[in-house]
């Protein structure tokens, strides 16, 4: 197949990258680099089944040539970026979905979209599977991300019964791993940085709010089996084990053997309380479950970040 994968230069969208051409197939990689970092892709060049085209996608999108899928992965994922970068994250969201589905549908190929957990807000249903409709406050903060991934949703639904597209939706959990920016604003970036530097852990709130966290390659790989199934509806992906923001903090210490202590802030306007996937119909139809423990994912992700802190 030759896909075409916006955001290829971000943290997914590399490791997708890599899983495609892994797999044998051609990718085209799209990206603008306001987030995503080109040496996350260095690697590949000279690679004749990979090409890098530099476009914000919220811009009309044209590529001359088959594509046999559209994979939408662009946009601001972090809490500091979509906090400085609210309306560019509004405009992925819908233009630069809406450009990525006309893409895909002048090419007649599968169109896979990106989603996350955010949608479901701070829920008040745990855990949450995907007939759950959310609780997000639309004018918080927090809003412009949540929100844009709502309406790419129902755009992507859209498109598929309106003009009868092949599409997909991944409903993407809290992950990490390699090639995370250092102090992005994820918890586990900012952990494992802090702890390295030997600077206080940051704590927002009591710290008992919970998390599930899933490594990269055991989200790459529910990703690739998505895209290669028939399933239509959204599909949570992520690691069902919960742990409170304490407990990271306390693994991370002892991983790392650092003296760094915690330090606690106030809690962000609308930071959900729990987090925690159910994922019922990815075991049952997709036969996918993270296999990676946290310890060994940490493990990776603190020798990745040993090298570069």
């Given at each position: 197949?030759?896909v075409?994968?916006t955001?290829a230069?971000?943290?997914l969208?590399?490791?997708?990258?890599?899983?495609f051409?892994a797999?044998g197939?051609?990718?085209v990689?799209?990206?603008?680099?306001s987030t995503g970092a080109?040496?996350?892709?260095?690697?590949?060049a000279?690679?004749?089944?990979?090409?890098l085209?530099?476009?914000?996608?919220?811009?009309?999108?044209?590529?001359?040539g088959?594509l046999d899928?559209v994979?939408?992965?662009?946009?601001p994922?972090?809490?500091?970026?979509?906090?400085?970068?609210p309306?560019q994250t509004l405009?992925v969201?819908?233009?630069?979905t809406?450009k990525?589905?006309?893409?895909?549908k002048a090419?007649?190929?599968?169109?896979?979209?990106?989603?996350?957990s955010e949608v479901?807000?701070?829920?008040q249903?745990?855990?949450?599977?995907e007939s759950y409709?959310?609780?997000?406050?639309?004018i918080?903060?927090?809003?412009?991300?949540?929100?844009?991934?709502r309406?790419?949703?129902?755009?992507?639904?859209?498109?598929?019964?309106y003009?009868?597209m092949?599409?997909r939706?991944?409903?993407?959990?809290?992950?990490?791993?390699?090639?995370m920016?250092?102090r992005?604003g994820r918890v586990?970036s900012n952990?494992?940085?802090?702890?390295l530097r030997?600077?206080p852990?940051?704590i927002?709130?009591?710290?008992n709010?919970t998390?599930?966290?899933c490594?990269?390659?055991?989200?790459?790989?529910g990703?690739?089996?998505?895209f290669?199934?028939?399933l239509?509806?959204?599909?949570?992906?992520?690691n069902?084990?919960?742990f409170t923001?304490?407990?990271?903090?306390?693994?991370?210490l002892?991983?790392t053997?650092?003296?760094?202590t915690?330090?606690?802030?106030?809690?962000p306007?609308d930071?959900?309380?729990?987090?925690?996937?159910?994922?019922t119909?990815?075991r049952?139809?997709?036969?996918w479950e993270?296999?990676v423990?946290?310890e060994d994912g940490?493990?990776q992700?603190?020798?990745?970040?040993?090298?570069?802190?």
């Amino acid at each position: 197949m030759r896909v075409l994968i916006t955001g290829a230069a971000g943290f997914l969208g590399s490791h997708l990258t890599d899983r495609f051409l892994a797999d044998g197939h051609s990718v085209v990689g799209m990206d603008n680099l306001s987030t995503g970092a080109g040496e996350n892709l260095a690697h590949l060049a000279g690679n004749p089944r990979f090409q890098l085209v530099h476009q914000d996608v919220t811009n009309y999108i044209d590529f001359q040539g088959p594509l046999d899928g559209v994979l939408h992965f662009a946009s601001p994922a972090s809490p500091v970026d979509y906090l400085e970068m609210p309306i560019q994250t509004l405009k992925v969201g819908s233009l630069g979905t809406h450009k990525a589905l006309g893409l895909a549908k002048a090419k007649g190929a599968r169109f896979f979209l990106a989603s996350t957990s955010e949608v479901y807000g701070d829920p008040q249903v745990h855990p949450q599977p995907e007939s759950y409709w959310g609780h997000v406050n639309p004018i918080g903060p927090r809003g412009v991300y949540d929100e844009a991934k709502r309406f790419a949703e129902a755009m992507t639904m859209a498109y598929h019964r309106y003009h009868k597209m092949d599409t997909r939706i991944v409903r993407i959990f809290n992950t990490y791993g390699p090639r995370m920016r250092a102090r992005d604003g994820r918890v586990v970036s900012n952990f494992v940085v802090q702890a390295l530097r030997g600077e206080p852990l940051t704590i927002y709130g009591d710290g008992n709010q919970t998390r599930s966290f899933c490594f990269v390659s055991d989200l790459v790989e529910g990703i690739t089996r998505l895209f290669h199934s028939d399933l239509v509806e959204p599909t949570n992906v992520g690691n069902p084990r919960e742990f409170t923001v304490v407990q990271l903090a306390e693994l991370v210490l002892r991983l790392t053997g650092s003296s760094s202590t915690i330090e606690r802030h106030p809690l962000p306007v609308d930071d959900p309380r729990v987090r925690q996937p159910d994922i019922t119909r990815a075991r049952a139809l997709l036969q996918w479950e993270p296999r990676v423990s946290l310890e060994d994912g940490l493990r990776q992700t603190i020798d990745y970040f040993r090298s570069r802190v």
